[in-house]
């Protein structure tokens, strides 16, 4: 659309740039995101861990 308008080839660079960089960004809080996930799971795990067990009565 914007390729058939004189004059916008500078706004459709920069365009496909912004989005080339957001993409990368996406990327990287994709990893950010699911390696801070493992780190909550195991820090959770280790609290659970920690914790004393409780013995149930038998009936």
């Given at each position: 659309?914007?390729?058939?308008?004189?004059?916008?080839?500078?706004?459709?660079?920069?365009?496909?740039?912004?989005?080339?960089?957001?993409?990368?960004?996406?990327?990287?809080?994709?990893?950010?995101?699911a390696?801070?996930?493992?780190?909550?799971a195991?820090?959770?795990?280790?609290?659970?861990?920690a914790?004393p067990?409780?013995?149930?009565?038998?009936?």
């Amino acid at each position: 659309m914007l390729g058939d308008i004189a004059g916008t080839a500078p706004l459709r660079e920069a365009l496909e740039t912004t989005n080339s960089l957001l993409a990368q960004v996406l990327d990287e809080l994709k990893r950010v995101n699911a390696d801070g996930l493992v780190t909550v799971a195991q820090e959770l795990r280790a609290v659970r861990d920690a914790l004393p067990v409780e013995s149930t009565p038998a009936a």
